[in-house]
């Protein structure tokens, strides 16, 4: 009977739906793929094949790319409801595909920063097609499973690319951009032949209308002041596409775990791109018995419990002398990014007013925008600054455990200031959005003044422009000034 009612459930799914679980595999393998290995390319000399760019440099990039991905989605949902689906897919490959082949291409920092934003467009725009396609192919009785579906593609997708990656580098980093690039060009064969729109709102709402909508989440300062307290745990997160890639390549042997490998006949090389399997890895295996032993757990207590393994996850770094503990303390993050993770969009359903539930839902992923500005940008800085002169030396141990503890640190700062949120903030009241409005308005404001004094430095504090934090000024005073003007004009 079971599997009868299994295949059943398996066949209640229309073709559509499968079709954009396909799409959204081959489009994680080539993000997951490349960024497995990037911050490792874009660092390493060139003698050595790499394009020989600072930390602090690819960390700064990497933030903004990431960023993009999760800002531009606000738009590519709205675009796709009015022009529809296949239309703004046929984009979205085009972009990502066009984007991944050039960042392979160029070798100077600005080319391929530019060619990154192309492929970061395209996945902005690709996001919301996909997961809106799984919403409107399933119903009440099969949406769990579905949406269940759709992660597993997810994390299949950067379980995968990264070991077919480790076959790929070996003959040419161009290679891995390549296979990026196909994997997301063969879509547009199913895009064009196979795919169908999925039934879409009859009244779809104008760019001008989304736009009034995010700036009445993001002038809920109640809201906002959730999300910046949520994001200090995926700070530690990018730190996975960054710091930990770094660490990995300059002050960890994989000798014991190729020793491992090769005595029981598989060949492996463990490197950067194994970061993500491992990740993955650790995802697909426990995340249906960790979803089980906390599901009946109240979500801040789940997400104060996932911070934490995570935390634990950084600590294991901060004595990974051995390569097996390096891996342990891969292995400890992602259960706890698994704990925490689900639960979050619990959470944010009951934070969010109640009639404005499915609005504000739709802008939980701010985190991702915080977390990857703040967490890439700051490893990268702190790596060039604190371990990367230590390379080669001996006796180091006490320098890079200070260096993962700072993040431990900001991981254990973020538990305690979702607590804290908890206590004081998590009923929608006119006293908690009041004192919510203050806190946020004093964050904002001291952005404003950073973001000033960065660009004094930037223009006039020496003899040449320095354009990397003349663009990080502009981004504080943008988010800060946009800031308090939006909690200003709106209206409690």
């Not at 759709?150 to 995968?160: D, K, P, S, T």
């Not at 320095?466 to 800060?480: C, D, F």
Request: overall charge positive; glycine content about 10%.
């Amino acid at each position: 009977m079971a599997k009868t009612s299994g295949l059943s459930l398996l066949q209640s799914y229309p073709r559509v739906f499968w079709l954009a679980n396909v799409m959204e595999l081959f489009e994680r393998a080539a993000y997951y793929g490349l960024n497995s290995v990037l911050a490792i390319y874009l660092t390493d000399k060139i003698a050595d094949g790499g394009l020989g760019f600072s930390e602090q440099s690819v960390g700064f990039l990497q933030g903004l790319i990431y960023a993009c991905t999760y800002i531009l989605p606000i738009l590519g949902g709205a675009l796709a409801d009015r022009y529809g689906y296949r239309r703004m897919l046929l984009v979205a490959f085009s972009f990502l595909a066009t984007g991944y082949f050039l960042s392979g291409q160029m070798s100077g920092y600005g080319t391929v920063f530019a060619a990154l934003l192309v492929m970061a467009t395209g996945s902005g725009l690709f996001k919301p097609i996909i997961s809106g396609t799984i919403a409107r192919t399933t119903n009440e009785g099969n949406s769990g499973f579905g949406f269940g579906i759709y992660y597993w593609m997810i994390n299949l997708g950067a379980f995968l690319a990264p070991l077919v990656v480790s076959y790929l580098k070996g003959f040419s980093w161009t290679w891995v951009f390549t296979a990026s690039s196909l994997y997301c060009a063969l879509m547009l064969l199913p895009t064009v032949f196979l795919f169908r729109d999925p039934p879409r709102p009859q009244n779809t709402k104008t760019i001008r209308e989304v736009l009034a909508g995010a700036a009445e989440v993001l002038g809920d300062a109640r809201f906002m002041l959730m999300i910046f307290v949520y994001s200090g745990f995926w700070i530690l997160y990018f730190q996975n596409f960054g710091s930990v890639l770094w660490f990995l390549r300059d002050f960890v042997d994989p000798g014991p775990v190729n020793a491992f490998f090769a005595s029981i006949g598989i060949p492996l090389q463990f490197d950067s791109e194994h970061v993500t399997v491992i990740n993955a890895g650790t995802i697909i295996l426990l995340q249906v018995l960790v979803s089980r032993l906390v599901k009946n757990v109240p979500p801040l207590r789940a997400m104060v419990i996932g911070i934490s393994i995570g935390v634990l996850g950084f600590v294991c770094l901060s004595f990974a002398t051995h390569v097996w503990i390096f891996i342990l303390g891969i292995a400890v993050f992602s259960i706890g990014e698994m704990t925490a993770h689900p639960k979050y969009y619990s959470y944010v359903g009951l934070v969010a007013p109640q009639d404005r539930k499915a609005v504000y839902m739709g802008y939980a992923f701010l985190y991702g925008v915080i977390g990857s500005l703040i967490g890439s940008t700051l490893g990268g800085a702190m790596y060039e600054a604190m371990l990367k002169p230590l390379v080669g030396s001996e006796n180091v141990a006490g320098d890079f455990q200070i260096f993962w503890l700072i993040f431990a640190g900001l991981g254990l700062v973020a538990m305690a200031g979702l607590m804290l949120y908890n206590r004081f903030f998590a009923v929608d009241t006119p006293v908690t959005r009041a004192r919510a409005r203050a806190i946020m308005r004093g964050l904002y404001l001291l952005l404003v003044l950073l973001g000033a004094w960065f660009l004094y430095r930037a223009l006039f504090a020496g003899p040449e422009i320095l354009y990397r934090t003349a663009v990080q000024a502009v981004i504080m005073l943008l988010i800060g000034g946009g800031g308090l003007y939006i909690s200003h004009d709106r209206k409690e």
